[in-house]
């Protein structure tokens, strides 16, 4: 039996439980699932009780609870060193974090004009003109990681946190049909083709369908 749980919401609507949990598969981590329902008030209330922020998953791990996805991604790094989350070099490192906590922090038109859901598809998307200033900055994010450390992820041949930080937006760019240069697109393939990211689309196909209180970011 593992000793660490995830406890996660929604894998169709929920940007944060995506990206602890794709964490926890890229450091190797052996955790069992928690899903905590979202459409039943008592399972929301026991959500905000294991995780003061309603956005992100919870990792427990023995004794030890770590909530925020930046903070389980550091733990993680900790105890599974070899797995590599963070770059080895330190100014590649450095950049690493201070990616990862702009993706935290930022972004808010995108999360706003283009939530995560996975199954759904929006060709010739209109998207909401303030959003285009974050579209942007991110593929420059990703154009200047991918000339950097020469792909196939942003930090070189394996995946690290960004990736993992980054990796609901590409989902979010093929909803809704953002037209991308060849090199983002070939990193949205790449991210898409991870047997991590194949396990979870799968998973989430399998969810109810149209829970409209979750067509938002959390």
Not at 179 to 207: F, N, V
């Amino acid at each position: 039996m593992p000793v660490a749980t995830l406890t996660l919401s929604s894998k169709n609507y929920s940007s944060w439980s995506l990206r602890g949990w794709l964490m926890a598969r890229l450091a190797g981590l052996d955790f069992s699932e928690e899903m905590v329902e979202q459409d039943d008030a008592g399972a929301r209330a026991e959500l905000l009780l294991l995780a003061p922020s309603f956005r992100v998953p919870r990792l427990t791990d023995g004794e030890i609870s770590v909530w925020d996805t930046l903070a389980i991604g550091e733990y993680l790094n900790e105890v599974k060193p070899q797995a590599g989350l963070l770059p080895a070099d330190a100014a590649a490192r450095a950049h690493c974090r201070s990616i990862c906590g702009e993706m935290h922090s930022g972004f808010s038109a995108l999360r706003s004009a283009l939530p995560m859901n996975l199954k759904a598809r929006f060709p010739k998307f209109t998207v909401w003109s303030r959003a285009w200033g974050d579209i942007q900055r991110v593929t420059e994010i990703w154009q200047e990681c991918l000339q950097t450390y020469g792909g196939p992820y942003l930090f070189g041949a394996t995946p690290t946190l960004a990736d993992a930080m980054y990796a609901p937006v590409v989902t979010r760019f093929l909803t809704y049909d953002v037209a991308l240069d060849a090199d983002c697109s070939a990193y949205c393939r790449t991210i898409m083709s991870m047997p991590a990211m194949q396990e979870w689309m799968a998973a989430a196909k399998e969810e109810p369908e149209d829970i409209e209180e979750l067509e938002m970011e959390f």
